[in-house]
């Protein structure tokens, strides 16, 4: 057990090093997330190993992926879910993010099969479904706003 949380604690910290080298390197990424919303109106929410708040399950696209075949496959190694309808695109953002630029797209999902769970224990410690007028205080300040984005009530944004 040891090896995971060594690898666990050392994941910001190579992360940010990947990020950097991107940048100089002229990379830039982009992200996929969703909200992924059920039948009775929750959103799903994801708690990562590296990360202390609650965010929306998501990852960033393989080179030659397409963003739509992206969000699918992230929501099923993450989360255990898997669509059954296309994803509906929301936004596509610019995000500066640990000294270099990523451009998230957001979906929402709303057809899906399987049980949300915690499917990948490297990178995902807890899910949850919160309904969306009853958010986590933890919730992470971009999430709320996206969602807010999302509920209609503030102008959808650009930047993430």
């Given at each position: 057990?040891?090896?995971w949380?060594?690898?666990?604690?050392?994941?910001?910290y190579?992360?940010?090093?990947r990020?950097?080298?991107?940048?100089?390197?002229?990379?830039?990424a982009i992200g996929?997330c969703?909200?992924?919303?059920?039948?009775?109106?929750?959103?799903?929410?994801?708690?990562?190993?590296?990360?202390?708040?609650?965010?929306l399950?998501?990852?960033?696209?393989r080179?030659?992926?397409?963003?739509?075949?992206?969000?699918?496959?992230?929501?099923?190694?993450?989360?255990?879910?898997?669509?059954?309808?296309?994803?509906?695109?929301?936004?596509?953002?610019?995000?500066?993010?640990?000294?270099?630029?990523?451009?998230?797209?957001?979906y929402?999902?709303?057809?899906?099969?399987?049980?949300?769970?915690?499917?990948?224990?490297m990178?995902i410690?807890?899910?949850?479904?919160?309904?969306?007028?009853?958010?986590?205080?933890?919730?992470?300040?971009?999430t709320?706003?996206?969602?807010?984005?999302w509920?209609g009530?503030?102008?959808?944004?650009?930047?993430?």
């Open positions: 057990m040891l090896h949380a060594v690898l666990r604690r050392s994941y910001p190579l992360e940010r090093l990020n950097v080298l991107r940048h100089l390197w002229g990379m830039k996929i969703a909200i992924v919303r059920n039948a009775q109106g929750e959103i799903l929410l994801v708690k990562h190993t590296y990360r202390f708040d609650w965010y399950p998501g990852g960033g696209l080179r030659g992926e397409a963003p739509a075949d992206g969000i699918r496959r992230e929501l099923r190694e993450e989360v255990g879910l898997e669509l059954t309808a296309t994803p509906r695109l929301l936004q596509v953002y610019l995000h500066h993010y640990n000294g270099m630029i990523d451009y998230p797209i957001l929402e999902v709303t057809a899906f099969s399987g049980t949300a769970h915690p499917a990948d224990r990178e410690t807890e899910i949850g479904w919160f309904p969306p007028d009853r958010l986590p205080p933890d919730i992470s300040p971009k709320r706003l996206r969602i807010e984005e509920l009530q503030r102008p959808v944004a650009n930047v993430w």
